[in-house]
């Protein structure tokens, strides 16, 4: 019978507004919810549903690296998967807003070195 995985964490992230002590960089401070967006016209339904089957999606995704990475399933036959992998389990909704502002000659990238970061991307150019 196989071992269920050990995980070292179950913390979740503190969202309570702070400074960084670089100069003042203002951190969530947006007061608004879905609710005032909606109001405002600044968001509709159906963009508003498509934003969190996006961040349904990346958390399907990142949890299937996690349960991989730890061994809590086998992975296909002659698997090979090298390397580091930073998810960011819990700040989806940071991936699917920032992607709904992207348009199709949009190009983008990750700036963290030596991951693999599998967050969703604009087509690059040889896919289009």
């Known amino acids: 019978m196989k071992k269920a995985p050990t995980y070292l964490s179950d913390s979740r992230p503190k969202f309570t507004p702070f400074e960084i002590n670089c100069g003042k ?30 961040m349904l999606v990346i958390r399907e995704l990142e949890e299937m ?10 992975p296909i036959r002659e698997f090979n998967y090298r390397g580091p992998t930073h998810v960011s389990v819990g700040q989806e909704g940071t991936a ?5 502002a992207l348009q199709l000659p949009d190009n983008i990238t990750s700036t963290t070195a030596a991951t693999a970061n599998p967050s969703p991307r604009a087509p690059s150019p040889s896919a289009r």
């Open 96 to 100: 699917a807003g920032a992607c709904c």
């Open 65 to 74: 690296i996690v349960k991989l990475r730890s061994g809590a399933y086998e």
């Open 25 to 54: 960089i203002p951190a969530y401070r947006y007061k608004g919810d879905l609710q005032s967006e909606l109001k405002a016209k600044t968001l509709g339904p159906e963009e508003a549903v498509a934003i969190l089957e996006d």
